[in-house]
Each structure stands twice: as C-alpha cells, then as structure tokens.
C-alpha cells in the first residue's frame, strides 16, 4: 500500500516559468492537504481539497497559485509565473476522512517537493 | 489565532542523553496536539498524538503529555541515539487544519 506520493521531489524554475506540482494520495483517501514550509518555518496549510471540489482555500495566496484534484489522477498545484520567494518545500497529506484529527488514521504527509525558482 | 510555540534550535545532544523539546499552544477550544519528525530529506512523520487534556502521547521512547493548566505539550525521551537526528515540529489541530510550531532540529552525536 504505497503512500502518498508527491512528484517530482526536486523542481527547479526560472522565474515567470509555471511550476506544476502533483500529489497522489493514498488508495482509498479522498481528502488532500497541501501545506507549503518556507525556510526556517513550520508548515503552513494552503488548500484542503476533495474530488472536483476545493473546500478550503484560505492559506493560498491570491494570484498565481491554483489547486485541483480531478475526477481522475492526481492532485495538482500550480503556480504560475514563479518568483524567488515561491522557493520553499510543498508536502501534500491525504485522509480517509475529512477529519483526520480525529480517530486513528489521521493525516500522511508525503515526502514533499522542494521548488527552487532562480 | 491558533498558533504553536516550540522551542528554538539548534539542539545539540551526546548519545544516552535525555532530550526536551518545549512546546506550548494557543487554547482556543479543544484542540488535538501533535509531534511530527521530519528526518533529513524525508517528509513529516506522526510521531505521538494525544486528543484530550491528561492524555500521555508515546512512540519510539518519546512521550509528550497534553497539559491544559499550562496549554503545554512538552516532548521527552530519556535516551537519544543518533538516530533520533531530526527536525520535530509540535502541531495542534483545528478541525481538518494542522498549526505547526517553527521545528527544533536535533542533533545526536555518538
């Protein structure tokens, strides 16, 4: 039973470039979390989606960031037109349930995406 | 806000030696508390958990108890090996949300 499986682990951009980020949650969750850790910083959430619906998108900024998880495949986030300070490590966590602080199961985290925009 | 404070690093540490890493909550509502560990190139990993007040979290020889009168959630281990080398994030809840603490990366050295 494969994890969360986040791709690629390493991006590297120049600015203005698009960076396309993609997270496979683990089989039979249908909850994903996108949180983003700067340097130096604890992670800090982004975006909770479910199947073709976003649910929460308070954490992602305003412009040039986008989240969706279709019908099919995995979940992507994108950010266009990148700038130096997009530099940071994207995780991606999925759940059974939209309540993963409850119970056993909770959240799992994948290994992350490190952007590096130059 | 729902914020977490955990004490900064670096922490360095001799093998055998006991570690603790301060961590104190914000206390609005009735939050769960978290220790994850995030070992060098890996993602975050749950460590312990507890979800109500009194509840002691334990995993690997790590424990942390979740103490309400003083909205702290401290994480102990009585003896680190190198391998223990990570950086530990405590969390708290808010519904389907995470708040992370800044992380205190830990060094053990042989």
């Known amino acids: 039973n494969a994890g969360v499986m986040q791709n690629p682990r390493h991006l590297v951009r120049r600015r203005g470039q698009e960076a396309r980020l993609r997270c496979s949650p683990m089989?039979?969750?249908?909850?994903v979390y996108w949180y983003r850790q700067l340097p130096e910083e604890g992670l800090k959430f982004m975006v909770y989606l479910q199947k073709e619906n976003i649910i929460d998108e308070s954490g992602m900024p305003k412009e040039r960031f986008s989240a969706e998880f279709p019908k099919e495949g995995p979940s992507i986030l994108r950010i266009q037109q990148v700038v130096r300070g997009d530099s940071a490590a994207y995780f991606c966590?999925?759940?059974?349930?939209?309540?993963?602080?409850?119970?056993?199961?909770?959240?799992?985290f994948g290994s992350g995406t490190r952007l590096t925009v130059v | 806000g729902n914020s977490v404070t955990q004490m900064e690093g670096p922490v360095t540490l001799s093998e055998e030696a006991f570690l603790t890493i301060n961590c104190t909550y914000t206390a609005t509502g009735y939050p769960s508390l978290f220790w994850y560990v995030q070992y060098p190139g890996e993602g975050l990993q749950l460590l312990l958990k507890a979800t109500k007040a009194d509840d002691k979290g334990s995993n690997k020889g790590f424990e942390a108890t979740y103490r309400k009168e003083t909205t702290s959630f401290h994480l102990e281990k009585g003896s680190v090996q190198v391998s223990d080398s990570a950086v530990y994030f405590c969390?708290?809840?808010?519904?389907?949300?995470?708040?992370f603490g800044a992380g205190t990366t830990v060094t053990v050295r042989a």
């Open positions: 969390a708290r809840s808010n519904d389907y949300k995470l708040s």
């Open positions: 089989k039979g969750h249908s909850h």
């Open positions: 966590a999925s759940s059974p349930t939209g309540r993963p602080n409850e119970g056993y199961y909770g959240y799992t």
